[in-house]
């Protein structure tokens, strides 16, 4: 990558880089290694890795310290600021999409999996800026781009537990308990993606996608929530 375009980057994230390579590492998907064994550095899992540590810490320490709230209901609001839909949300609006670098492969593929790519490419950019400039300057870049959606969360209720919101609204208006099913599985086991459908009396009613079974079954419950207007 050119290193104009990284510069690019660099603006939108409000960051400078003192190390380039660490801001190049944590855009590297494990495909492009596949079609370039050359490239000079490792894919971006291990920043991921530790980013996804540092952006838990972050937000946990801002809602405990704004907030007299439960630790239950504390917990439910940082999944919902840290899952991989908010994050590949947030990614979006930075156009990460244009500066991953990705195989020919996956980067045809537009669907669930870019999602989950955009968010771990996330949590990679927060460990690259982490090693680089410390905790402090990591701090500033979640509370500039990933905070500021607390509000919304709050406001529409998107930490509510999918699951059993669609098991209250199933009983409720049909009188059936969903069920769960993994339609499919791909991936290594240490990054696995999981398809799963979800069903009542025997009826398909939405898919999810994950990189765990049960994000995977809440993402179902959302879109059967979705598509029977039971939101």
Known sequence: MEI?????????????????DLL?????HRSYLNERPDWHLNHNERLEFLGDAVLELVVTEYLFNNFKDPEGVLTSWRAALVNSSMLSEISQKIDLNSY?????GERKD???????????ALEAVIGAIYLDQGYEESEK???RTILPEF????????????KSFFQEKAQEKIGATPSYKILDQWGPDHNKTFKV?????D????VGFGPSKQEAQQKAAEDALHKKGWE
Do not use: C, M, W
Not at 197 to 201: D, I, K, L, R
């Open 4 to 20: 104009n375009k990284l510069q690019e980057l660099e603006h939108k994230l409000g960051v400078h880089f003192k190390n380039h």
């Open 24 to 28: 190049l590492e944590s855009l590297t």
């Open 100 to 104: 991953i670098l990705l195989s020919q």
């Open 110 to 120: 537009a669907g669930r999996a870019r999602q989950f790519i955009l968010a771990n």
């Open 141 to 143: 870049f979640i509370k």
């Open 151 to 162: 509000p919304r969360i709050v406001e529409q209720k998107l930490y509510k537990d999918a």
């Open 197 to 201: 459908g979800v069903y009542v009396n």
């Open 203 to 206: 009826t398909l009613e939405g």
